[in-house]
């Protein structure tokens, strides 16, 4: 069934993330493209730009062109839309100043910066008023979520926000991001599991539970080809996508390569990614004498030929939202190694689409690498059910149709009530005279 709103005011939207587009946050590009294909318009706004150099996919390049960058601001646009708030709705203006001052959690120095996210969330309110847009939906619970709540607190009636809770690192401490307080806050929250969203429902009071929801990052299928047929002999090559930071394990996954080395089996490992930690990865590879190849920041037009030479993906992850990287890997048909963390099994079918083993594990890591090294028609079979699941529970037309029908309703909701409070106002003053 499709769901297509065309020409109406109510499908039109700000989409507001930290840093867009990013290049570990393909998912938020993918998104967005398929909110515009459902009908909705769709603004994108960043608090930062990313650098030049992490642009490498064309869709990233589009995509920076059309986006709104609220820093380094204009200083004569930021102090006119200061002075345009105080003066046409001071009291909001105001009680924005207190909210984002409220949300602190002590100390000069976090003072000062909901200082800075209240000056960017009265510039992004300014730009959505001037474009005419009246709800706004952020990525992740950061800066831009705190800039939407702020603009949506100045625009007041007939505004409102939402955001999509996608990381796990929120969830360890969810005190610096405020998180009670903006789910309490916001018309609609996205989870990107049930994991995020069960964390989310010990935050607040049971009368926001309705407002938080699942819609899992959704992966472009119709535009991939069938899956390769995989030649089984060689080394076994091993595919991992990811930001190199420790989260991701990338060590426990290399100690596993070094235990498999020692008994026998020959790998070939293919590490896609940038990050912190890559001078002591490939320290730690060579100390090992492992035949593993860093390759770097990929992007998206690139990605699908790691994927479709690899034989085999793994992601050992220390903690993870949902891991949007195992799906692509199903959707090019590999079979998937990861660890039981979080969202996790709710992509990997234990035993069906891949293997899923106990965190920090190395050994476990290992003996699933090497059950799968051993039996390339369990890999093909795996792989094909894995192409097979993400076609269907996780297609983007199929993800996208069900974020846009979320927020459409939510929208469709805050002008109804908007329109109540302006019907009951006169009422309120005639029974007062």
């Known amino acids: 069934m499709s769901l297509r709103v065309v020409g109406s005011e109510r499908t039109r939207i700000a989409v507001v993330c930290s840093r867009y587009p990013a290049l570990s946050h393909a998912f938020v590009v993918r998104e967005v493209r398929a909110l515009r294909e459902r009908g909705l318009e769709v603004h994108t706004f960043t608090v930062r730009r990313p650098p030049a150099d992490e642009l490498l996919s064309a869709e990233d390049r589009e995509e920076h062109l059309r986006t709104r960058a609220l820093l380094?601001?204009?200083?004569?646009r930021l102090a006119a839309a200061h002075a345009r708030a105080a003066l046409t709705r001071p009291l909001r203006y105001l009680g924005a100043l207190a909210l984002s001052l409220g949300l602190s959690t002590g100390g000069a120095r976090s003072l000062v910066w909901r200082l800075f996210y209240f000056a960017e969330g009265v510039l992004l309110w300014d730009e959505c008023r001037r474009r005419g847009l009246r709800h706004l939906h952020a990525h992740f619970a950061n800066v831009g979520s705190d800039a939407s709540l702020i603009a949506s607190h100045v625009g007041g009636s007939g505004w409102s926000w939402s955001f999509m809770m996608h990381g796990c690192t929120e969830l360890f401490d969810e005190r610096p991001h405020r998180l009670p307080e903006k789910i309490r806050r916001a018309a609609l929250v996205v989870c990107n599991s049930h994991f995020t969203r069960a964390q989310l429902l010990k935050l607040v009071e049971r009368d926001h539970w309705d407002k938080l929801h699942v819609v899992p990052c959704g992966i472009e299928t119709r535009s991939l080809e069938p899956p390769p047929r995989r030649p089984a002999g060689g080394p076994l090559r091993i595919l991992t996508v990811g930001r190199l930071v420790p989260g991701k394990g990338h060590a426990l996954l290399l100690e596993a390569l070094a235990?498999?080395?020692?008994?026998?089996m020959r790998t070939l490992a293919t590490f896609a990614g940038q990050g912190p930690e890559r001078a002591a990865l490939e320290q730690l590879?060579?100390?090992l004498r492992l035949d593993v190849r860093f390759a770097g920041a990929v992007g998206q037009d690139e990605l699908g030929a790691y994927y479709d030479d690899a034989q085999l993906f793994c992601l050992p992850t220390l903690a993870e939202g949902l891991g949007v990287v195992?799906?692509?890997?199903m959707a090019h048909g590999l079979p998937v190694?990861?660890?039981?963390?979080?969202?996790?099994?709710e992509v990997v079918d234990e035993?069906?689409?891949?293997?899923?083993?106990?965190?920090?594990?190395?050994d476990l890591l290992a003996d699933a690498i090497a059950r799968l090294g051993a039996a390339p028609d369990l890999r093909?079979?795996?792989?094909l059910a894995g192409r097979r699941r993400v076609e269907e529970e996780f297609a983007l037309e199929r993800q996208g149709a069900a974020l846009a029908g979320l927020l459409t309703g939510a929208i469709s909701a805050m002008r109804s009530n908007a329109a109540a409070q302006e019907a009951a106002e006169p009422e309120a003053a005639a029974a007062a005279a």
């Open 259 to 264: 235990s498999l080395r020692d008994q026998g």
């Open 380 to 383: 093909d079979r795996m792989g």
């Open 326 to 329: 195992l799906l692509e890997a």
């Open 351 to 362: 035993g069906e689409t891949g293997l899923l083993v106990l965190p920090g594990r190395a």
């Open 285 to 287: 590879a060579a100390d």
């Open 72 to 76: 380094p601001p204009n200083p004569l």
């Open 337 to 345: 190694v990861s660890t039981r963390v979080m969202g996790v099994p």
